[in-house]
């Protein structure tokens, strides 16, 4: 088993897989450690395609518990099932998804992320936001997260996903303003809050980053209802698309990914538990609200309408 981690680039993937080849056996299994990438665009550049998956570590790796297995129509299930067993033997809770742009972890994230950034254009105070996504249970904020993994990999994410699914998952000008400033997070010192120094501790908001938003200095009071509804309805609701399109194989293995991966509040049970508890006609009826302010954003997706109407839980 050779496990990639390089740059998200598909050409520097494909050189990497190439040479990885030549000195590979020929049963080896070949898995790219990525965020983004189609799996199938990596496989297409290899002489046996049938053996190349994806392997989609969270970072720091020795600290988070999932590892997404992400494996496309021609993987072998002898490759899955060896990438699933490594992962297990790492001590990781493995989740295997079908390829597409973001897989799972990724698109569901970065819907939750980009609707922060929608509402820093509105004027939202950025430890303010943070602070409402940590009450409804996320361990940290979005900003926070953003700056921790990020700025310059957030941006190239938001591009991946934005060819791919269009207006939806378009990133907001207060992200790609602040990207395109230089800017990198707290790795390289600063982001959206100052640090001591390059991957140091954090200071707090810097607040000369509001002359790059769209509302300057303005503030916008907006609920922290609406700001948690607004962040974690984009997330479910993506959560369910891909479960609609055949990406995730469950709803228990969205729910695992999301609590192990990328930070849903465990109490709530991840995104489908989360909707089963609240009532599938009422999350259908706030997106609805949302999708006529902020349309296609909040678009419901056909799996959660068809659901509502027919009165059936993901439970």
């Not at 600290?63 to 494996?71: A, D, F, G, Q, T």
């Not at 799972?104 to 254009?121: C, I, K, P, S, W």
């Amino acid at each position: 088993l050779v496990i990639e981690a390089v740059f998200e680039d598909l050409s520097l993937k494909e050189r990497v897989l190439r040479e990885a080849e030549d000195a590979m056996p020929g049963d080896a299994i070949y898995a790219s450690n990525t965020s983004t990438i189609p799996i199938g665009s990596i496989a297409a550049a290899s002489v046996r395609p049938e053996q190349v998956l994806g392997m989609h570590f969270f970072s720091p790796v020795a600290k988070m518990p999932l590892l997404e297995v992400i494996v496309t129509p021609q993987t072998a299930g002898v490759a899955t099932a060896t990438a699933v067993a490594f992962g297990k033997r790492l001590g990781k809770h493995v989740i295997v998804v079908n390829d597409g742009p973001g897989f799972y972890t990724t698109r569901t994230l970065a819907a939750f992320m980009n609707e922060a950034g929608y509402l820093l254009d509105e004027g939202v105070a950025i430890d303010v936001l943070d602070r409402a996504l940590v009450e409804f249970g996320f361990p940290v904020g979005p900003i926070t997260l953003m700056d921790e993994v990020g700025l310059d990999v957030g941006a190239k994410v938001g591009g991946v996903l934005q060819d791919a699914f269009g207006a939806r998952l378009a990133p907001s000008q207060s992200l790609s303003r602040v990207a395109a400033s230089g800017r990198s997070g707290r790795k390289g010192g600063s982001g959206f809050y100052r640090y001591d120094s390059p991957g140091g501790a954090r200071r707090g908001v810097d607040d000369s980053v509001y002359a790059l938003l769209p509302t300057g200095v303005h503030r916008t009071e907006i609920s922290v209802l609406e700001m948690q509804q607004r962040c974690v309805l984009a997330m479910v609701n993506e959560a369910a698309r891909c479960l609609e399109e055949g990406i995730l194989r469950s709803a228990r293995d969205g729910d695992v990914g999301a609590v192990f991966g990328i930070g849903f509040p465990p109490f709530r049970g991840g995104p489908f538990r989360y909707v089963d508890s609240v009532g599938i006609a009422h999350i259908v009826r706030q997106l609805e609200v949302y999708h006529g302010r902020f349309a296609p954003r909040f678009e419901p997706a056909r799996i959660l309408v068809e659901r509502a109407s027919h009165g059936r839980r993901f439970y």
